[in-house]
């Protein structure tokens, strides 16, 4: 549909295909020939304002010489429901990246997470994050625990860069006070929130529990906004067995209105910061 915002999946695939025809030291108008097609497609297609057939998709990966038959199958999968808004990322065939998360965490300008009972991600320390891993019941073993340990720190590399992201997070009083991985790996993870929360582009709330009821109540999520503003935010709230991916205008808005009720009612930064070391001290 003209005008209509691309779906998250196919700015994924055009990314990649972009990622792949780079890589293999192709041009846009190198891309254009093989398919058979004026450059301006290549163009749409890698700015995901156009869709591509699974017959050109295939033609041009093996262009790009990309011939990891997993990664040409995903592509595949990506190219047949890219124009469906909203899906779930089933845990077992995300693992050890979560890839797509991964995906919007370096895309996005503007990350907005609540979280209820835990620390967010991105603010996690090593010893925390193992604890949280492997917490819950899983056929996981203790290489596939560190993989995803490894995994979820380097993504906190995306607050390093020359551009990092606005990050906004609100933690629920109860994710300061539950001793994940014991009394010492909680301290630590404290200093780090402290550490982080002087990060210049991170903002950290708490709300306290004396706030009561709140809209909150309903369980964490995490709310990516990007630069391009052709792009659409996108919810992510991770469960059990996955995460589900929301991106309708409809969704994404009632999200932002929660948020910005959360905010309201946490704690100031900087009382949230008196908070945050209050409780490191009762530890």
Known sequence: MAGARPTVRRRRLAAKLVEFRE?????????????????????????????????????????????DPAMVDDMVALAQRSREPGWVQRAGLARP????FIDYEGA????????????????Q??????????????TLGG???????????KRQEVLERADPPRLCVIEGEAALRLPVGGRQAMRKQLDHLETMAGHPSVEVQVIPDRAGAHAG????FVLFGFPNPAYSDVVCMEHRTGTLYMETQEETADYTLIFDSLRSIALSPGDSLDMIAQVRQDL
């Open 217 to 220: 109540l309903f369980g964490s």
């Open 108 to 123: 996005a300008d503007y990350i907005r997470s609540y979280q209820s009972n835990l620390i967010a991600g991105l603010l």
């Open 125 to 138: 320390t090593p010893d925390y994050a193992r604890a949280v891993l492997s917490a819950a019941p899983s």
């Open 143 to 153: 290489e596939d625990i560190e993989a995803l340990v490894e995994s979820r720190i």
């Open 23 to 67: 890589q293999a030291g192709r041009s846009p108008q190198d891309a254009a020939e093989r398919i058979g097609c004026h450059r301006t497609k290549i163009n749409k297609i890698e700015n995901a304002r156009l869709g591509i057939s699974l017959g050109e998709l295939r033609d041009l990966l093996r262009f790009y010489e990309v011939d």
């Open 97 to 100: 990246s979560f890839t797509d």
